[in-house]
């Protein structure tokens, strides 16, 4: 039976990014004569510094949302509207210093930093976290693998530890480590590269495997509502990125996976039996539909904004769109749609293809005797209830030899039943003709 991959995931990239930026829950200014809480109403004025209300509280102006000793000019003539006090900068005064400084150091550029703190500042609330995670790989795109695996953890530090067939594993050499654009660091377990390969011996939980997860919830981002690891169960070979298909496994959860297996084979003839089937394919591993689609996304980028998306796999060599390109992105995307469409994009359903299907149940975490690490912890196991794997191969209804054999049997039947009848009018008309001609006409009887 052909060996399966288990690939853990967890956007420790994106957590540990968002967690210095903290745009839901700044302090409240306690001074009242800067901000008067109201959740309707209130005076509305007019100008460029008129009454405004954000997440439902009324603030005097759009200069104090963040920097409550603003001051808003409303004299429309005289710019900058928002003269901001000492630590804070931007349009409207909600950019800090503080964190103006450390994305510089991260981004290396004061305009571009200015730019990204600005539109987060703009879009204060859940707005800013959103704008935040949806940007987050075009602001990291020009950091090296090396960079982000710093920024990410370390599988001791994700994996507390983890069982196969009830024996432990090495967590350092047994889980190899994927660094994925968006994701950041991810952790697959019988990856197509690793050395050793762990084969399927024994079903049910006792010979599948088992994972001990810390979500670490304190080093997420305040305004994460659920916090947990995802799960990735997938074919060997195959890669993924941040949209293929997953399972959430929550802090203070322990799920079971009873996975079913499937393949299914195509008739070769137009299908996909590797990667130069596509046009271009910049993933590693397998063929998959989803990766010929996405390198053709990426071409396209290419050839408008002269990047590639920072968020995919992109071509060797070509450098990832930073945050001054992803309007000339999101212009492209409106223009064209979805890839699905493009007549240059040739993605062939593969030849021969592999899944997973899971039932999941899930109970409370019951295991450790730390109260904390009850909270933060969770289990995952995986496994088999069956050796037998569903099959389904794609077939001609009939052969080729058949489909000859039947055309050349009507064809038969019919051309001698137009010879026949052919033969058989002329035949007689012949006869009719020699009947004719051998039968004289009969003269009239005349009476004595």
């Known amino acids: 039976m052909k060996r399966r991959s288990f690939h853990f995931s967890s956007s420790i990239l994106i957590t540990r990014f968002f967690h210095s930026f903290n745009t839901d829950n700044d302090p409240v200014p306690e001074n009242p004569k800067t901000i008067v809480f109201l959740r309707a109403g209130g005076a509305v004025l007019s100008g460029p510094c008129a009454s405004i209300i954000k997440d439902g ?24 509207t928002c003269k901001c006090s000492i630590g804070y900068s931007g349009t409207t005064c909600g950019v800090a210093d503080a ?52 920024m990410s953890y370390a599988a001791s530090e994700v994996i507390a530890w983890a069982t196969y067939e009830g024996k432990a594993l090495n967590v350092n ?8 654009p968006t994701l950041g660091n991810c952790f697959t377990f019988n990856y197509h590269n690793s050395s050793f390969k762990y084969k399927i011996r024994r079903v049910g939980s006792g010979g599948g495997l088992r994972v001990e997860l810390d979500s670490m919830p304190d080093e997420y981002a305040p305004w994460t509502d659920v916090v947990g690891m995802t799960v990735y169960v997938h074919p060997v070979g195959q890669e993924l990125n941040v949209e293929s298909n997953k ?16 393949l299914f084979h195509k008739i070769k003839k137009g299908c996909a039996k590797d990667t130069s089937a596509a046009q271009s394919f910049y993933m590693d591993g397998i063929y998959t539909v989803d990766g010929c689609l996405r390198a053709c996304y990426q071409d ?31 212009n492209m995307v409106a223009r064209r749609a979805d890839p699905v469409s493009w007549k240059e994009c040739h993605c062939p359903q593969p030849c021969d293809e592999e899944t997973f299907d899971y039932i999941v149940s899930r109970a409370t975490h019951l295991r450790i005797d730390n109260a904390n690490l009850t909270k933060q912890r969770s289990e995952v196991v995986l496994f088999f209830d069956s050796f037998q794997t569903k099959v389904s ?56």
């Open 99 to 150: 964190q103006l400084k450390a994305l510089e150091e991260l981004l290396g550029g004061t305009k571009e930093a200015q730019q990204v703190l600005q539109d987060i500042a703009d879009s204060k609330g859940s707005g800013g976290s959103a704008t935040l995670i949806s940007n987050l790989p075009a602001l990291l795109s020009f950091l090296t693998d090396e960079q982000r695996i710093a």
């Open 393 to 448: 191969q794609e077939v001609y209804k009939i052969s080729f030899s058949q489909v000859i054999g039947n055309i050349g049997g009507v064809a038969g039947l019919l051309l001698g039943i137009t010879i026949s009848f052919i033969v058989e009018v002329v035949l007689l008309f012949v006869m009719l003709c020699i009947c004719s001609s051998s039968n004289p006409e009969p003269k009239p009887y005349k009476s004595a």
């Open 300 to 330: 396209s980028v290419f050839r408008d904004c002269g990047c590639m998306d920072a968020s995919y796999a992109r071509k060797p060599g070509v450098a990832g769109c930073k945050y001054g390109k992803l309007s000339c992105i999101a």
């Open 173 to 180: 050499t047994d889980f190899t480590r994927i660094v994925d």
């Open 247 to 262: 399972y959430a496994s929550i802090a203070g959860s322990a799920d079971q996976l009873v996975l079913d297996r499937s």
């Open 57 to 80: 509280i009324l603030y005097p102006n759009m200069c104090v949302i963040v920097d409550q000793s603003a001051t808003c000019e409303p004299d429309p003539s005289i710019q900058p």
